[in-house]
């Protein structure tokens, strides 16, 4: 049994204020179903978004920018030039980089487009579920095995579980270390490593899959936090904050008996509301490795 990290929650507690006090712009390069539910889950965690797509603005907004997010879930012929730019850009700038390989696995064309982001940028950290980290595994020669994506979806055999957690932790420490960036992986229990350490979150809800963009949100959440602390640090407050945010937004609907729409409504309220104290209170942090 793993043991709570107390020294790293309340490490990275604290990082929620002085993201609060700096407020850094945030540029967001997302996909189109979930752009509203993400800029309004940056303003709630105390970020500013910026929502610009357009290929001809790109390097404008990333020299403006403190961070900037890449999420291929609409891999639209014109986004993918956008996407290749600040891809680019942000190496050039040395500008924080989140990147969301959405479905990677699932067509030749995101995984192309995957393989062509991460080798033209630096990224912070590349968050996905376990399938699209398996993918990418598969991709950059770190592991043979084929992914079982399914869409948008983890596959059923992939989805992180306590009893499978070392040996996906191990695979995620070797995918960070051959790409020399952070990996967050979400799930019933997430995990994150920047190629030495590995960390697992046990927090969160299920019903969280049962909206569309939880998994968006905490992308352009990493995002804001990675412009005010270290790629690993970003990774685990981000992760944090969403899912203790998870747990407290279904509380309310399991109290009121409503649903989904409720709970989208109150994850975003959750993560206004959060703070250092129900970070210390609440996070179920492990160190694994």
Same mark, same amino acid.
């Given at each position: 049994?793993?043991?709570? &990290?107390?020294?790293?929650?309340? $490490?990275?507690?604290?990082?929620?204020?002085?993201? $609060?006090?700096?407020?850094?712009?945030?540029?967001?390069?997302?996909?189109?179903?979930?752009?509203? &539910?993400?800029?309004?889950?940056?303003?709630?965690?105390?970020?500013?978004?910026?929502?610009?797509?357009?290929?001809?603005?790109?390097?404008?907004?990333?020299?403006?920018?403190?961070?900037?997010?890449?999420?291929?879930?609409?891999?639209?012929?014109?986004?993918?030039?956008?996407?290749?730019?600040?891809?680019?850009?942000?190496?050039?700038?040395?500008?924080?980089?989140?990147?969301?390989?959405?479905?990677?696995?699932?067509?030749?064309? $995101?995984?192309?487009?995957?393989?062509?982001?991460?080798?033209?940028?630096?990224?912070?950290?590349? $968050?996905?579920?376990?399938?699209?980290?398996?993918?990418?595994?598969?991709?950059?020669?770190?592991?043979?095995? &084929?992914?079982?994506?399914?869409?948008?979806?983890?596959?059923?055999?992939?989805?992180?579980?306590?009893?499978?957690?070392?040996?996906?932790?191990?695979?995620?420490? &070797?995918?960070?270390?051959?790409?020399?960036?952070?990996?967050?992986?979400?799930?019933?229990?997430?995990?994150?490593?920047?190629?030495?350490?590995?960390?697992?979150?046990?927090?969160?809800?299920?019903?969280?899959?049962?909206?569309?963009?939880?998994?968006?949100?905490?992308?352009?959440?990493?995002?804001?936090?990675?412009?005010?602390?270290?790629?690993?640090?970003?990774?685990?407050?981000?992760?944090?904050?969403?899912?203790?945010?998870?747990?407290?937004?279904?509380?309310?609907?399991?109290?009121?008996?409503?649903?989904?729409?409720?709970?989208?409504?109150?994850?975003?309220?959750?993560?206004?509301?959060?703070?250092?104290?129900?970070?210390?209170?609440?996070?179920?942090?492990?160190?694994?490795?």
């Amino acid at each position: 049994m793993y043991k709570k &990290d107390y020294e790293m929650i309340e $490490r990275s507690a604290k990082i929620i204020d002085k993201l $609060r006090s700096e407020c850094p712009l945030t540029h967001c390069i997302t996909n189109y179903v979930t752009i509203n &539910d993400c800029a309004n889950a940056v303003l709630a965690i105390g970020g500013s978004p910026a929502m610009a797509n357009e290929e001809p603005e790109i390097e404008d907004f990333v020299n403006i920018a403190d961070a900037t997010v890449i999420n291929m879930g609409t891999l639209l012929a014109d986004q993918i030039e956008a996407m290749q730019k600040a891809a680019i850009h942000t190496k050039k700038t040395d500008t924080p980089l989140v990147i969301d390989p959405v479905a990677v696995g699932v067509s030749k064309l $995101r995984n192309d487009a995957t393989v062509d982001l991460i080798n033209k940028s630096n990224p912070y950290i590349i $968050r996905g579920n376990m399938s699209e980290i398996k993918a990418i595994a598969k991709l950059f020669d770190v592991d043979e095995n &084929d992914s079982k994506a399914k869409g948008v979806d983890v596959s059923d055999e992939d989805i992180i579980k306590l009893e499978n957690l070392e040996n996906n932790a191990e695979l995620i420490k &070797d995918v960070a270390s051959k790409l020399n960036t952070t990996i967050n992986v979400s799930g019933p229990v997430d995990i994150i490593s920047d190629g030495e350490n590995v960390y697992a979150i046990d927090n969160g809800e299920p019903i969280m899959s049962k909206i569309t963009g939880s998994g968006c949100m905490l992308t352009c959440v990493l995002g804001a936090f990675s412009s005010v602390s270290s790629p690993l640090e970003a990774s685990i407050i981000g992760s944090m904050s969403m899912a203790i945010a998870g747990e407290l937004a279904y509380n309310k609907v399991q109290i009121n008996n409503l649903g989904s729409g409720s709970f989208r409504t109150f994850l975003i309220d959750e993560l206004y509301n959060m703070n250092e104290e129900k970070i210390n209170r609440y996070a179920k942090l492990y160190k694994v490795i």
